[in-house]
């Protein structure tokens, strides 16, 4: 089963503090994207990442894709309320149509 | 440039009801996505679509439940005898034909089913 772990599931911080959320598996994605998702809303999507061990930057946002494409990591520095939200990884296994949800890590950033 | 639309936003329908879902794609995607979610959970997948063919299914329950993707018209989720079980987000999503999965899919905001 190809599964996509996320951790933390909850996480409760202080406005203006850095957090890591981490997204795992035994598989091989062919690249991974990133959503964020408000109450009531669909997932919008944040970044695409290809390539193993790419970086990509969006503001305080760093994305990274490990070098065997199994795993990536969403860092935020210096947290906003605004960045309150439920953070998902998702892709599509290497040699497979099929795209995968992570298990979500909501983010509550507290003023 | 609008991106997927679905409606309704907000479905009630009473137990043994039927619901009917809608979505379009964004302009020049061919690829159509349903997904639900259930409170406090994460995306489910239902049903992959194509103009007018079902690609995979298998995450839609065999009873009840149906999709269509039409020639012409918004890819309709159509839930027959709704029950209450059947309460959740449903989210369409679609992507171009030339990309499929590889660069992520783009979500609508969802039709949020209540079943009384």
């Known amino acids: 089963t190809q599964l996509l772990e996320q951790s933390p599931q909850f996480l409760s911080i202080q406005e203006g503090e850095n957090l890591t959320v981490y997204c795992n598996s035994s598989?091989?994605?062919?690249?991974l994207q990133w959503y964020r998702q408000e109450p009531g809303e669909g997932p919008v999507l944040l970044v695409t990442v290809v390539t193993g061990g790419e970086v990509k930057k969006l503001k305080r946002l760093t994305f990274q894709f490990g070098d065997a494409r199994k795993d990536s990591s969403l860092h935020i520095t210096a947290a906003q309320p605004g960045d309150t939200g439920l953070y998902l990884c998702?892709?599509?296994?290497?040699?497979?149509?099929?795209?995968?949800f992570g298990t979500g890590t909501r983010l509550k950033v507290l003023a | 440039n609008a991106g997927v639309m679905q409606n309704p936003r907000h479905l009630v329908r009473r137990r043994g009801q039927e619901a009917r879902l809608r979505c379009s794609p964004m302009?020049?995607?061919?690829?159509v996505y349903w997904y639900r979610q259930l409170p406090e959970e994460g995306l489910k997948f239902m049903v992959y679509l194509q103009k007018e063919n079902i690609i995979d299914e298998s995450g839609m329950p065999k009873e009840r439940f149906s999709a269509e993707f039409p020639k012409e018209g918004p890819s309709i989720l159509r839930i027959q005898q709704v029950v209450r079980g059947d309460s959740a987000a449903y989210f369409c999503?679609?992507?171009?034909?030339?990309?499929?999965?590889?660069?992520?899919?783009?979500f609508g905001s969802g039709t949020r089913l209540t079943v009384v």
């Open positions: 998702a892709g599509p296994p290497a040699k497979s149509y099929k795209y995968i």
């Open positions: 598989s091989v994605f062919s690249s």
């Open positions: 302009k020049g995607h061919s690829h």
């Open positions: 999503a679609s992507s171009p034909p030339s990309q499929g999965a590889r660069y992520g899919y783009t």
